[in-house]
């Protein structure tokens, strides 16, 4: 079955460092691959996407994800953590068509002034 | 900038009742969702809809839900008797295209007592 794992429950990061929120799949087929973003008492919005093409995805407000094959990972990545990044962080898959998106079980980055 | 708008923001219903919850997708977009989120965490997916039909259902989504897209503007949710165990955050979710990412309406916190 087609699932995301994101290890740490919660990132703590110090304003103006990178930070990484981790999310691997697993190996069934070719898959999309999401990051989705939640804000305290919001919906999900959406960062970004990887279907084919660059490993590294461009997403909204500084974000970018690298697809790496070999170690079935997307990790979202922002060169300068903001404090208003802190928020719930979402990876997601899915087979692609209208299959349905299934979300990992969330990372929450706090990002330190 | 578009938005999936979803009513009523916060519904309190007795154990056995019947809910209804709305929502008003991007009008130009073809795929409609429903995803329910427990304690802000685990984000489940319940089903997707296309071409006025379900094309996708979880195994969440038993007899006691439904969905309908009854003027080609709303799409409904419906829990036919609600369970202690129904109460969560739902989100309703559609794309213009199946590899597209999902725009989040702000969801619907259900709470059944």
């Known amino acids: 079955a087609q699932s995301v794992a994101q290890p740490e429950d919660q990132v703590n990061v110090a304003e103006g460092n990178p930070l990484t929120v981790k999310c691997t799949y697993s190996v069934s087929g070719n898959p999309y691959l999401f990051w989705y973003v939640q804000y305290p008492n919001r919906g999900l919005q959406f960062l970004l996407k990887?279907?084919?093409?660059?490993?590294l995805v461009k997403g909204s407000y500084g974000f970018e994800a690298e697809f790496n094959k070999s170690q079935t990972s997307f990790h979202l990545k922002k060169p300068s953590a903001l404090v208003s990044d802190s928020a719930l962080y979402f990876c997601a898959r899915s087979s692609g068509g209208y299959q349905k998106v299934t979300f990992g079980t969330g990372t929450k980055l706090q990002v330190i002034p | 900038e578009p938005e999936v708008t979803q009513t009523p923001s916060h519904q309190v219903t007795q154990m056995g009742q019947e809910v209804i919850l709305r929502c008003v997708p991007i009008?130009?977009?073809?795929?409609f969702y429903w995803y329910r989120q427990i304690l802000g965490q685990k984000v489940e997916f319940l089903v997707s809809f296309y071409n006025n039909e379900i094309s996708e259902k979880s195994e969440i989504f038993d007899d006691q839900f439904s969905v309908e897209r009854p003027d080609g503007s709303n799409f409904t949710l419906k829990i036919r008797s609600t369970k202690l165990e129904d109460s969560a955050m739902y989100f309703c979710?559609?794309?213009?295209?199946?590899?597209?990412?999902?725009?989040f309406g702000s969801g619907t916190r259900l709470t059944v007592v």
């Open positions: 990887y279907i084919t093409g660059d490993n």
């Open positions: 009008s130009n977009h073809l795929y």
């Open positions: 979710a559609s794309s213009e295209r199946a590899d597209y990412g999902y725009t």
